[in-house]
Antibody
C-alpha cells in the first residue's frame, strides 16, 4: 500500500515562493498507473485541486493557479513536489498530496501540511 | 471548469437514520464521480469511486448511484462515526473539481 507524507516550511512571507514535498513509500513513484496530485483546503473551506503529474512527467494544473504552480517528480528520491510562487495570504491552507490509480479517485492521501502566509 | 452542486449543504440526523446527499455536475461527467468523507483535522477518505464502486474497507451501509449529471450518495443506518463532511468530486476533466461539501451532524 502506497503511503504519502508531506513536508514544507510552515510559514512563508507574502510574495515568496513555497516548496512542498510529498514522500512516496510502499510503492514505486514510477508506477504508470498512478497520478500524483496536490490539493489544498483553506481553514473551514472545501477542497481545491491544484494539479497532478503523470509518471511520464506530463502535468495538468488548475487554471486558477497555473501561472504560479509547478509540480515535479524526483524519481531518485521517490518524491514529488509542489512549487507555488508569489504567495499571498489567500494561499494559506492545508496542502495535501494524494494519488489515484483508477478513475481519478484519490485513494491515498498524506496527512496534510499547513502553509501560513504571513509577514 | 465543471461546477458541482451538492445538496443539502448540511443536515442533522440521528444514529440509525438513512441520509441521502445529491451531487449535480454542471455538465455530464460520465461515470467519473467520486465521494469522500472528511472528519475535522483529517485528510479526506475515499468512499466511492466511479459513481458506485465501494472502496475496500468502507462499510456496506454506504452506497451511491447515478449517471451523467445526477449522482446520489446514501448512508443507510447512520453510525456515530459517520458524522462528518462529505464531498463529491468529478474526475472526468481537469481541473478535478469538488463539490462544496455536505456536513452531517448529530441531531
Amino acid at each position: 500500500q502506497v503511503r504519502l507524507q508531506e513536508s514544507g516550511p510552515g510559514l512563508v512571507k507574502p510574495s515568496q515562493t513555497v516548496s512542498l514535498t510529498c514522500a512516496v513509500s510502499g510503492g514505486s513513484i514510477n508506477n504508470s498507473r498512478h497520478h500524483w496530485s496536490w490539493l489544498r483546503q483553506e481553514p473551514g473551506k472545501g477542497l481545491e485541486w491544484i494539479g497532478h503529474i503523470y509518471s511520464t512527467g506530463a502535468t495538468y494544473y488548475n487554471p486558477s493557479l497555473q501561472s504560479r504552480v509547478t509540480i515535479s517528480v524526483d524519481t531518485s528520491k521517490s518524491h514529488f513536489s509542489l512549487t507555488l510562487s508569489s504567495v499571498t495570504v489567500a494561499d494559506s491552507a492545508v496542502y495535501y498530496c494524494a494519488t489515484d490509480e483508477r478513475f481519478g479517485a484519490m485513494d491515498v492521501w498524506g496527512q496534510g501540511t499547513t502553509v501560513t502566509v504571513s509577514s | 471548469d465543471i461546477q458541482l452542486t451538492q445538496s443539502p449543504s448540511s443536515l442533522s440526523a440521528s444514529a440509525g437514520d438513512s441520509v441521502t446527499i445529491t451531487c449535480r455536475p454542471s455538465q455530464p461527467v460520465d461515470k467519473y464521480l467520486n465521494w469522500y468523507q472528511q472528519k475535522p483535522g483529517k485528510a479526506p477518505n475515499i468512499l466511492i469511486s466511479a459513481t458506485s464502486i465501494l472502496q475496500s474497507g468502507v462499510p456496506s451501509r454506504f452506497s451511491a448511484r447515478g449517471s451523467g449529471a445526477y449522482f446520489i450518495l446514501t448512508i443507510s443506518s447512520l453510525q456515530p462515526e459517520d458524522f462528518a463532511t462529505y464531498y463529491c468530486q468529478q474526475s472526468y476533466s481537469t481541473p478535478h473539481t469538488f463539490g462544496p461539501g455536505t456536513r452531517v451532524d448529530m441531531k
